[in-house]
């Protein structure tokens, strides 16, 4: 039963567009979603987060949009460089509070091409 | 500041054999988390440990066992291995308590590869 799903296991961007990564959900009780950049040999680091209660959450070149109608996120990073060029986790959660389990999606592997 | 840091960087194990995987959190967290991670797949939720005790728990069979040292470092144990349980194991430490309403971020270690022949 996979609740997170990411469809698309890579997505092939030139430098300088815009890379658009999606992420889709069934459990009504996520409130809280994240994106996380893995790079190889590296645990996944935090890169930006959405409440449930916003449908829009922008910080530098990276913004995350939510449609809790349709269960779907989507990370949007403008302009795309050559080091954002990793695997992408969504995640969500099921309460805001503490230190809540994180449920992730497969990953899509983003390559940003000179 | 060292960040989320794991024991060993590679294992190799054979089908049967028992496992203790090490992680060690980031400063001021107390709170572990362990993901496992298959290839190709996300990480996905083993269990949590705070004040030492099991919080919550993924759906995984009790082979997967750990445990919260009073300085809050943390092992994941796992017995009589399978082919299957072949993955990087990830730990991640946060903050347990209640702040306010905000969400706890979890920082995520380098993981242990864990393979099973």
């Known amino acids: 039963d996979q609740q997170v799903k990411q469809n698309s296991p890579s997505l092939s961007v030139q430098e300088g567009r815009i890379s658009i990564l999606n992420c889709d959900y069934t459990?009504?009780?996520?409130?809280?979603f994240l994106w996380y950049k893995k790079y190889p040999a590296e645990g996944p680091t935090f890169l930006i987060s959405?409440?449930?209660?916003?449908d829009k959450n922008e910080d530098g070149r990276f913004t995350v949009f939510l449609n809790k109608s349709a269960k779907h996120l989507s990370l949007h990073i403008v302009p795309s460089q050559p080091g954002d060029s990793a695997v992408y986790f969504c995640?969500?959660?099921?309460?805001?509070?503490?230190?809540?389990?994180?449920?992730f999606g497969q990953g899509t592997r983003l390559t940003i091409n000179p | 500041d060292a960040g989320v840091t794991q024991s060993p960087t590679h294992l190799i194990k054979t089908r049967g054999q028992q496992v203790t995987l090490r992680c060690s959190p980031k400063?001021?967290?107390?709170?572990v988390s362990w993901y496992q991670q298959a290839l190709g797949q996300g990480p996905q939720f083993i269990f949590q440990?705070?004040?030492?005790?099991?919080?919550q728990r993924g759906n995984f069979p009790d082979r997967f066992s750990g445990h919260q040292f009073p300085n809050y470092s943390s092992e994941l144990n796992v017995n009589a291995l399978l082919l299957g349980d072949s993955a990087l194991y990830l730990c991640?430490?946060?903050?347990?308590?209640?702040?306010?309403?905000?969400?706890?971020?979890?920082?995520f270690g380098p993981g242990t590869r864990l393979t099973v022949l």
């Open positions: 991640a430490s946060s903050l347990g308590s209640v702040t306010g309403g905000f969400y706890n971020e979890q920082f």
């Open positions: 459990n009504s009780m996520f409130d809280y």
């Open positions: 959405i409440s449930s209660i916003k």
């Open positions: 995640a969500a959660s099921a309460g805001v509070q503490g230190a809540q389990k994180l449920v």
């Open positions: 400063s001021g967290h107390d709170t």
């Open positions: 440990y705070y004040e030492e005790e099991e919080r």
